[in-house]
């Protein structure tokens, strides 16, 4: 005995093989905007912890990273310029690097491997500089918010790869 479907049954089961395929690229689509839902929650709170945990004066100098530094290497660099003996400062430094790992995975996810450049070079005569580590805390943690507020903005290009 052979099963032979009726030319409407095959041509209705024919037809939906294309969806398939499109109900798939929905499951990735939602899978990124979860990963995005996910990075924001992360980013607001860490913003609001930082706040809590600092007063930022208006007259505090604050470091300016150079426009060629990629973005995902904001948090991991301002987060080897905080120092440890500031006051909550490693459950903030443990917040940043859990979100560096999302935006990172974010990025691999859609970007081929990426090299990590060289400290610019006045960000490493602040690591050497170890008497200001209170100011340089400070500052860091304005280069952390600022990029936070950034990345809340343009989570949209989370998925997009920059050169």
Do not use: W
Not at 23 to 34: F, G, K
Not at 63 to 80: A, M
């Amino acid at each position: 005995m052979h099963l032979v479907l009726p030319p409407l049954s095959l041509l209705l089961l024919l037809s939906l093989l294309p969806l398939q395929s499109q109900m798939r690229t929905v499951s990735l689509l939602t899978e990124a905007d979860r990963m995005k839902g996910r990075v924001e929650k992360m980013a607001k709170q860490l913003v609001r912890k930082i706040n809590d945990t600092i007063s930022v004066r208006k007259n505090t100098f604050y470091i300016q990273l150079s426009k060629s530094l990629r973005e995902f290497q904001y948090l991991n660099i301002s987060s080897g310029l905080i120092s440890n003996n500031f006051y909550h400062a490693l459950n903030l430094k443990e917040e940043m690097a859990s979100l560096s790992g999302f935006v990172d995975q974010a990025k691999q996810c859609h970007c081929s491997s990426r090299s990590m450049k060289e400290v610019p070079r006045e960000l490493r005569k602040l690591q050497e500089r170890k008497h200001f580590f209170h100011s340089i805390t400070l500052s860091a943690f304005h280069l952390v918010k600022e990029y936070l507020k950034k990345l809340q903005t343009n989570l949209g290009q989370l998925d997009k790869c920059t050169e």
